[in-house]
């Protein structure tokens, strides 16, 4: 059976793409509370992001104080929820893609090779969510929006997405500790994702 979950995810959700800045996401709070609109929560699209890597916020855009302002929400009744896309970026200085390369975290091509494509940051890597390893790896990594505030996770764009056309069938995935192929593991990819996601909150909040 599913898991019962928290009471707050079954009320209302504002989710829109176009919020930019903290001012779009606060005039859309208090809006909500002006006209009584029994909204329990309000989602971060892409924007949120530095440069569209994941696990990071982009300060300036929230008056270098993401975790204050998003108290002031939760303070209102809103449980903050942070998209987060697989797509890590191409960047030798980012530390999640640094890890993800010392670790062999990310898909790869059949010579061996990161695979790279392109999502919202550029090139970008792929996790290999089918790795056990890679699940613990990436739950992990969700404790840097736990500590901002964020209440709950909006995994997007793992079909998994790309904008230089799809996927080839031989990139290199596992399926546990089995080798595989994206032929195999397309229609799971997102699901391991989820799988991930759900764990590490799970572990790290305590709450169901």
Excluded at 24 to 49: H, L, T
Aim: hydrophobic share 30%; proline share 6%.
């Amino acid at each position: 059976t599913a898991p019962l979950p928290q009471k707050w995810t079954l009320g209302y959700h504002q989710c829109r793409w176009g919020y930019v800045y903290q001012e779009d996401i606060e005039a859309v709070a208090k809006g909500m509370r002006e006209n009584d609109i029994p909204c329990d929560s309000i989602y971060f699209d892409i924007d949120y992001m530095e440069g569209y890597r994941v696990f990071t916020w982009n300060r300036k855009r929230y008056h270098n104080d993401p975790d204050g302002y998003l108290q002031t929400l939760i303070d209102r009744g809103f449980k903050p929820v942070a998209i987060i896309d697989p797509g890590v970026k191409k960047d030798e200085d980012y530390y999640v893609y640094q890890e993800g390369v010392e670790n062999g975290y990310f898909a790869k091509t059949p010579e061996g090779d990161v695979y790279i494509n392109a999502v919202w940051p550029g090139d970008s890597a792929y996790p290999d969510f089918g790795n056990p390893k890679v699940r613990e790896w990436w739950g992990k990594k969700h404790q840097f929006l736990l500590d901002k505030g964020v209440r709950g996770v909006w995994n997007d764009m793992n079909e998994p997405a790309s904008f230089h056309g799809e996927l080839p069938q031989d990139v290199v995935f596992h399926d546990e500790d089995r080798k595989t192929n994206h032929a195999e593991i397309h229609n799971v990819y997102g699901h391991n994702m989820c799988r991930a996601t759900f764990q590490g909150l799970k572990e790290q909040t305590g709450k169901r």
